[in-house]
Structures are given as C-alpha cells and as structure tokens.
C-alpha cells in the first residue's frame, strides 16, 4: 500500500492557474494515452482539498449544464474542507477537516491494501508530506509553461531530496516521472 500524489504538472511547476483553470492541459493529450488507466486500477482510497473537489463538481459533474452525471470514482473519497460543500448523489464521499493524520488511517483501512491517490491540491499534499505520509509522486509533466498558477507541491523538499524511480514519455505532450519520497 503505498500513498501516492498522481497528478499533472506544466513544464513550469503548476498544477493549474491562478483562477483553478485546467484548460492547458486537455490539448495535450489523451488521458487513456498516459499511465492513469493502470493507476487508477491500483487505488483504495482518495482524498483531495475543496478546490479540487469544486473542480470536479463544476467540469465533470455539471459540465455543459446538462443533466449531472455520476462521480467517476467508486472508491471512497475524502474532501478536506473548512466550510460546507454540496454531496453528489450516490457517491461515497466523506468531508473532513483538520489533521490529515487520523483521516489517512481511515482512509488505509478502507483501502483495503490498495494505494491511496492524493488527488490534489498541492498544498493538502504537502500536509501529508509534513506529516511523513507520502510516499510517492507521479507527475505527468505537460510540454506548456504557464508562468504563474497553482504549485505543484508548495514545500521545499531539498535534504534528502526525492528518488527518481523512472522517467518515460507519454504521447507527443507528457514525460510522467515518478519519485519516491525518502522516510527516515
């Protein structure tokens, strides 16, 4: 079980605008052309912060202003948030707030031996970095800088520094990278 932020990053650090725009990265690329497919395949749990969350309600679940749709994920979620957030129907989602510690048990054991994905944003996953509890990052570096926006993971994390597993590319428009996060 391992405890993994997998996301998309431009060439410049940014995992999104400054206004939580998303819209650089859908040109570059199919999502089932990537290693999302055989991730998402490995993973128990979820957890992500309210930006992300709205993001989702907003461009998945209510896109175009037709009928909502389903939530894409059938593993439990955890939305970390300070302030109240409208449910989607049917799906298995549970707000929190506070300490990602006791959360990240919770969310082990309903993982059930599978991987917990850090959905985002960056600054959540740099709570459950703070607290030893990631594991790996898996970034999906777009070939498009955006100058400003969203870091990647707002820490400096220089000593020891992270371990480069592999490197590959990915279509015309990603190089995914995967570090491992030293403990101890």
């Not at 999104?16 to 999302?36: Q, R």
């Amino acid at each position: 079980m391992t405890t993994q932020y997998y996301t998309a990053s431009s060439l410049d650090g940014f995992i999104a605008t400054l206004d939580d725009s998303l819209d650089w990265l859908f040109p570059l690329g199919d999502i089932n052309e990537t290693g999302y497919p055989s991730f998402i395949k490995e993973v128990g749990a979820l957890a992500m912060g309210s930006a992300t969350y709205e993001w989702m309600l907003r461009h998945v679940i209510n896109a175009g202003g037709h009928e909502p749709v389903a939530w894409p994920y059938s593993q439990p979620t955890w939305v970390f948030s300070s302030r109240g957030l409208s449910r989607v129907e049917g799906a298995d989602i549970r707000f929190v707030a506070g300490d990602v510690c006791p959360v990240h048990a919770q969310m082990r054991e309903a993982a059930r031996g599978r991987n917990v994905w850090l959905v985002g944003g960056g600054e959540l996953v740099g709570q459950f970095y703070d607290a030893g509890l990631l594991d790996e990052l898996i970034v999906q570096v777009g070939s498009v800088t955006l100058g400003s926006g969203k870091p990647l993971l707002p820490r400096r994390i220089t000593s020891p520094s992270l371990i480069l597993d592999s490197a590959r590319a990915m279509g015309p428009g990603f190089a995914e990278l995967r570090y491992r996060v030293p403990h101890g």
